[in-house]
């Protein structure tokens, strides 16, 4: 039999694998519970309103839902223009520089296959959302990573700068940052943009982690900057800020004739982004400033809280690097100290991230993200959104592990 395409041979996703066999431990109950600091997910409840409102739009169009248009539902269409018009200043046409997707992934795909010819470059800052480079082979082009471990997660102008290449189309920039939470400075990001603009690159702006920040970090929107518009595509949606991640829908803005090509692939695609979906995420999207800050007040609280809960708790262990974030909700470790050290209750030397990853689960029932597929080898990243108890108890089974406790 002829072997499946090269593109659909590239690895599962890291996190997903490891939360579907932290599950099934679970579900087998052998041993202590299962704690689970490797999801992607806020866990705060939506705003009540998504419920309401899209229970009450099935039940009038007693669940007949039909197609919309390739692009989304005007009205969602209009209300992100309405939402990134007043978070960022920026003006978008929401019929032709709008596009609704199914989730950001999507969008963050469907910008790819808009943007590069087979064989393109798009660069992309290390570490990084473990999808980016899938996405990219998917999309036909090479990703190349640009490695920033050693200038604080961040890229700089000089490394943009020594990876110029006639073969670019593309960066993918995400800031706040999944796997890291770094959060570039206003200056930084005119700096970088000033750059690619020089290498005549699309910017492919992940936003969204965009109102998830501590201690005083500031987002700054790319395509606020000057001449940046023209360049950029934002993307973002509903799953972090409004908890949103099961209704997948997310969004993109940018110029005209890529959001045009965009809505094209995806009418043969998808069709469009579930009916019902779109309704949730007009009733998120709706939300005044005033209500959406009344809404997260609790949440953003609990974040700061457990965040600091584990940094301090996470400084107390020698050896292991920790990595306070200024966004998102994860915390990145580096464990490369004990690497080829004995380790868990087996004692056995670990040889690598990911291996420690899966006998912390298996050992000490803890689910963590080992940071490879990250592009961080040697680290590894927990969320802290997850109850109190949970974080502690996750942690002190990570020292326990590590022969600290
Ligand atoms: C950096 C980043 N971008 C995009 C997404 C996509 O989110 P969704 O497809 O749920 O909208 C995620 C989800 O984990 C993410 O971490």
């Keep these: 039999m002829k072997p499946i395409a090269v593109r659909a041979q590239i690895p599962e996703s890291a ?9 099934k431990i679970a579900a087998q109950g052998q041993g202590a519970r299962v704690i689970s600091l490797s999801v992607g997910e806020p866990d705060f409840p939506p705003p009540p309103q998504v419920a ?11 669940g007949r839902l039909t197609y919309t248009a390739a692009h989304g539902i005007p009205e969602l269409r209009r209300a992100v223009a309405d939402k990134v018009k007043l978070r960022t200043g920026v003006a978008y046409d929401p019929e032709r520089e709008v596009i609704i997707t199914v989730g950001g992934k999507h ?40 490695d920033c471990l050693d200038t604080g997660f961040k890229l700089t102008v000089e490394k943009l700068r020594a990876h110029a290449h006639p073969a670019n189309v593309a960066i993918i920039l995400n800031s706040p940052s999944n796997p890291t939470g770094a959060v570039y400075t206003h200056d930084e ?15 492919i702006s992940d936003e969204i982690y965009d109102r998830l920040l501590y201690e005083g970090a500031a987002f700054t929107s790319i395509p606020s900057l000057p001449g940046m518009r023209e360049r950029t595509l934002l993307v973002n949606g509903v799953s972090k800020t409004y908890s949103m991640t099961g209704w997948r829908i997310g969004y993109v803005c940018g110029p005209e004739h890529v959001i045009k090509a965009m809505k094209t692939l995806q009418s043969h695609m998808t069709s469009n982004p579930c009916a019902a979906a779109q309704q949730a995420a007009l009733a998120a999207l709706t939300l005044t400033e ?62 690598n991230d990911e291996e420690m990853a899966w006998r912390l689960l ?38 326990h592990f590590l022969h600290l406790a």
């Design 15 to 23: 996190t997903l694998e490891i939360n579907a066999r932290a599950k």
């Design 52 to 62: 309401a409102k899209t229970a009450a739009y099935i039940t009038e169009k007693k």
């Design 107 to 146: 969008g963050l795909s469907g910008a790819l296959l808009a943007l590069a010819n087979p064989g393109a470059r798009v660069l992309i800052p290390s570490p990084y959302w473990l999808s980016y480079p899938p996405m990219a082979t998917i999309a036909g082009a090479e990703p190349v990573e640009i």
């Design 189 to 203: 990001i005119v700096a970088l943009c000033e750059e690619a603009a020089r290498q005549d690159l699309w910017i």
């Design 290 to 351: 005033e209500e959406l800050a009344a809404h997260l007040a609790g949440p953003m609280e609990n974040l700061r809280r457990r965040r600091q809960m584990a940094v301090d708790r996470l400084h107390g262990l020698p050896g292991l690097g920790v990595y306070p974030p200024a966004g998102a909700f994860y915390i990145m470790l580096d464990v490369r100290a004990f690497l080829g050290k004995p380790v868990g209750t087996s004692g056995q030397p670990v040889a």
């Design 362 to 399: 298996d050992e000490e029932h803890i689910a963590v993200a080992a940071a490879s597929p990250f592009g961080a080898s040697g680290f590894l990243r927990i969320s802290f959104a997850v109850p109190d108890e949970d974080l502690l108890e996750g942690i002190d089974r990570l020292a």
